[in-house]
């Protein structure tokens, strides 16, 4: 059921969101694979202490696409409680088809979700114009402003700029996220905004942060925001002064960071940085496992280095 709980007046715009860090929030579990309630809050609070401008649900970070719709509502609700108005709530409705991207749509927006993210459809191939009718079928159901998401690896199909720019042309589509890591369709994607400036570009692969930045992106979706926001942060203050030395060098300790993704599967990699700073208990959805304690004692190390205030790794969670 959508929650009643009142929240303060809103206290942010989508431009001042869309223009910072923006994290693809995980989603804690616990080892029965019920949301965390304890950890979620703590894990907002330690996002938005770091400087962040927004949160993103649900995307590949946060499992989406592998929860539960029970699942799913639970993370929206509890992150808007968390959020308390002070930055927008943007869910992912990352699934196969138009039908259960709908459903999930409506969900969001009944649970309080100030937009959406959608990508391409999957599983089947899907055209551009393909592409541009689950889009626009979602919008037509569910009223809320869309983010676009271009994330090939995953849904196996490219958004081309072609494709955003026809869809831009509705103002409820706010920008993109591009996680493709292709610079030169990046930019096409950044030309989009020639025509209509209001329109945000944002880069979520962590290698291209600060080239992305100081090559007319706006923000960041990065995934290693959930233990590390104020890093990213200050990547976009650098950007922004056109700081270029500050920007490389940050961008230097932000790429040796992304090998802790190398040890095991990516994302239970992630999730057990984030534990390791009191973030969730390191526990992904079926049916992945957690990193292993080898995987986990690399991991720790590599966030030693970097002078994260990191305990001595303990034993993988149990299932």
């Known amino acids: 059921m959508p929650s009643d ?57 946060g499992e989406g696409a592998w929860l539960t719709l029970a699942q799913r509502a639970a993370v929206i609700r509890a992150t808007r409680a968390a959020a308390s108005g002070r930055v927008p709530i943007l869910a992912g409705v990352m ?51 869309v983010l676009l998401y271009n994330i090939p690896q995953a849904t196996h199909q490219v958004i081309e700029p072609a494709t955003v720019s026809r869809l831009a042309e509705d103002g409820r589509i706010l920008g993109i996220k591009d996680s493709a890591g292709n610079f030169e369709a990046f930019q096409g994607f950044v030309a989009i905004k020639r025509g209509r400036p209001d329109f945000r570009v944002l880069q979520g692969n962590e290698f291209l942060a600060a080239a992305s930045l100081l090559q007319g992106g706006d923000g960041l979706v990065p995934g290693m925001a959930n233990f590390a926001p104020a890093l990213f942060a200050s990547l976009i203050r650098a950007a922004k002064a056109g700081d270029v030395p500050t920007c490389a060098r940050l961008q230097d300790q932000i790429s040796d960071l992304c090998s802790l993704h190398t040890h095991g599967h990516w994302l239970p990699a992630l999730k057990a940085a984030c534990a390791m700073l009191g973030l969730g208990n390191g526990i992904p959805s079926h049916p992945l496992v957690p990193a292993t304690d080898a995987e986990r004692q690399a991991i720790h190390d590599i966030l030693a280095r970097h002078g994260f205030p990191v305990a001595a790794p303990s034993g993988r969670p149990t299932r």
């Open 95 to 145: 699934l196969p088809g138009t039908g259960p991207a709908i459903e999930a749509g409506r969900q969001a927006a009944d649970e309080g979700a100030d937009a959406l993210v959608l990508g391409s459809p999957y599983y089947f191939p899907a055209s551009g114009d393909a592409q541009r009718r689950h889009i626009e079928g979602v919008m037509a159901a569910v009223p809320l402003p």
């Open 5 to 61: 709980r009142k929240v303060p007046a809103t206290r942010w715009s989508w431009d001042g969101a869309l223009s910072g860090v923006v994290p693809p929030m995980i989603s804690p579990l616990t080892e029965s694979l019920t949301l965390d309630a304890g950890a979620l809050p703590r894990l907002v609070e330690h996002i938005l202490d770091g400087g962040c401008s927004g949160l993103f649900v649900l995307g590949g970070c």
